[in-house]
């Protein structure tokens, strides 16, 4: 409620229209009318630290959405919770389109794992467009004897218990990664959880760890570098990045595959005109030349669907994961 002060109290009826519209503007209670949207600058809510794939991702996009979008779109980094602390502050924001969540696979990860959240993940948000998908690579520090997985499995049963996982948070894809090629694997490992990809891959590059699962995105420059091994990657198929590189399912584990997508929710009740609008934005970002060059480089491959079609692979991602996590057996803690 904005409650009339003194001075500003007046018979003209235009003046006190006037008066209440300057107040609920400086405020932030008046959003834009969607066929203006946006009229301001647009946050962009990153739910992990910097350093990992999904601050790689969107630093990468931001810039140009901000040309595409005509407003500046800014990067808000907000780690903590496995997500969870970002997509929440995006859940309680207004649903008008300017505050926004890079979500990746661990939203529906948490939705499948967590019984209770401080949202709703499929009905407090909108499932606007998705913008990349990565590959997840299983690496280790090259000090490590094993040269591909089969050593790394062999080397795991024979010391039980003595090889550190580095991962970047309980319930993070790249932890659940290592928790399901644990469950196929049937081996024993220390799992070491970092706040974040950044610090996880600092303590793995540093020898502080013997392996683990990250996106492609953040592994490629140190696997240029020789400064970790390369042993898979967790999708279905080799990447172009890595073409010597098998997949875990060739190295002995059919049906074994973890992907990892980005990509761009909104609060529930963003008016559909404004939604239309973000969808066209993001998608003709993804969809440019420039950026998809940048993201080759990055181990990171464009991804469009349409808005009802992305709210259905959300889904699926949620479901699948629940299937998984009550075959395996797997959990957070």
């Not at 690496?139 to 094993?146: D, E, K, R």
Request: hydrophobic letters at 45%.
């Amino acid at each position: 409620m904005f409650r009339i002060m003194p001075e500003i109290r007046r018979t003209d009826e235009c003046c006190l229209f006037g008066a209440l519209t300057i107040m609920m503007a400086a405020a932030g209670a008046v959003a834009a009318e969607p066929s203006t949207y946006p009229t301001r600058p647009i946050r962009l809510v990153i739910p992990f630290s910097p350093g990992g794939g999904s601050d790689i991702v969107g630093r990468l996009v931001s810039p140009y959405l901000t040309l595409a979008a005509g407003q500046q779109v800014v990067v808000d980094n907000r780690p903590g919770g496995n997500t969870v602390i970002g997509a929440g502050l995006v859940a309680n924001a207004p649903g008008d389109g300017y505050t926004l969540l890079l979500a990746n696979a661990n939203f529906s990860i948490n939705a499948a794992l967590f019984q209770q959240l401080p949202y709703n993940p499929q009905t407090d948000f909108v499932a606007v467009a998705p913008v990349a998908n990565v590959s997840n690579v299983l690496v280790s520090h090259p000090t490590l004897p094993a040269a591909n997985l089969a050593a790394l499995i062999a080397l795991a049963k024979s010391k039980p218990g003595t090889l550190n996982f580095a991962s970047p948070g309980a319930g993070t894809s790249s932890h659940l990664a290592g928790t399901l090629l644990q469950a196929m694997a049937h081996i024993d490992f220390v799992t070491i959880p970092y706040k974040g990809a950044g610090p996880a891959m600092t303590e793995l590059v540093g020898g502080q760890a013997h392996f683990a699962v990250a996106a492609m995105a953040s592994v490629l420059p140190y696997a240029k570098a020789g400064r970790l091994r390369a042993l898979a990657v967790t999708t279905a198929k080799r990447s172009t990045l890595l073409p010597n590189i098998p997949t875990v399912a060739e190295s002995g584990y059919p049906g074994y595959e973890v992907n990892n997508w980005f990509g761009i929710l909104s609060r529930r009740g963003t008016p559909p005109a404004v939604v239309q609008k973000l969808h066209a934005l993001i998608d003709s970002v993804a969809n440019d030349k420039a950026v998809q060059e940048k993201m080759a480089l990055q181990g990171t491959e464009p991804f469009s669907l349409t808005t009802p079609a992305f709210a259905a692979f959300v889904r699926t991602e949620i479901t699948t994961w629940t299937r998984l996590a009550k075959q395996f057996s797997i959990r957070t803690e």
